[in-house]
Structure formats: C-alpha cells, structure tokens
C-alpha cells in the first residue's frame, strides 16, 4: 500500500520543539522530492519546507533559522525539526511526495500555546 504516515505532533508552549516524522510506505522516497506544508483553520494548505533528491532544501520566510527538514533514503523517512515554536505555528501538517499524483500523509495535529 502506497501511503505517507506522520507523527510527533502534539502541544507545546512558546519556544518549545517538536520534531515529526513522515513514514513511507510502497515508494521509494529516494526518487522523489519531498515536503512538509501546513494548514491552520480556515486557511490554505501552504508549503513549510521541502528537500529534493540530493538533499537541496528550501522553506517558507516564516520558518526559516527554525525548522530544519531532513530525509534518511535508507529508513524511507522524512523528518521535520521544529525549534522555538510560535503560537502562529499551529496548524495541521502535512507530508509530501512529489509523485506525478501528489501523496499526502493524513496529517498530524501542532498546537503552541501558553
């Protein structure tokens, strides 16, 4: 079965860290560029940050110094570090497989409040 499975998101103050986790399954994420987006209520679905196939990454202005993604081809993961986290960061995030039909994972929740 082909799909992407997140993890690690959770509740955190202000200045806290989470770090979640995209597991593939029935693909081989070493081919294709992958990402991270977000979505807080009521609006878009954007992009975070997304790494190519030989490990260029690139993110949104909001995130940069703060988020780092990363990928381990041998594990079939990908990973989203997130450092000093603001309360404008919560949303639903999203995995990302640039397939010739876009895969998503089904999300995993981010909330940071006091």
């Known amino acids: 079965q082909v799909q992407l499975v997140e993890s690690g998101g959770g509740s955190v103050q202000p200045g806290g860290s989470l770090r979640l986790s995209c597991a593939a399954s029935g693909i081989m994420i070493s081919r294709y560029v992958m990402a991270w987006y977000y979505q807080a209520p009521g609006k878009q679905r954007e992009l975070v940050a997304r790494i190519g196939t030989r490990g260029s990454t690139n993110y949104a202005d909001s995130v940069k110094g703060r988020f780092t993604i990363s990928r381990d081809n041998t594990k079939n993961m990908v990973y989203l570090q997130m450092n000093n986290l603001k309360p404008e960061d919560t949303a639903v995030y999203y995995c990302?497989?640039?397939?010739?039909?876009?895969?998503w994972g089904q999300g995993t929740q981010v909330t940071v409040s006091s």
């Open positions: 990302n497989a640039n397939l010739a039909s876009p895969l």
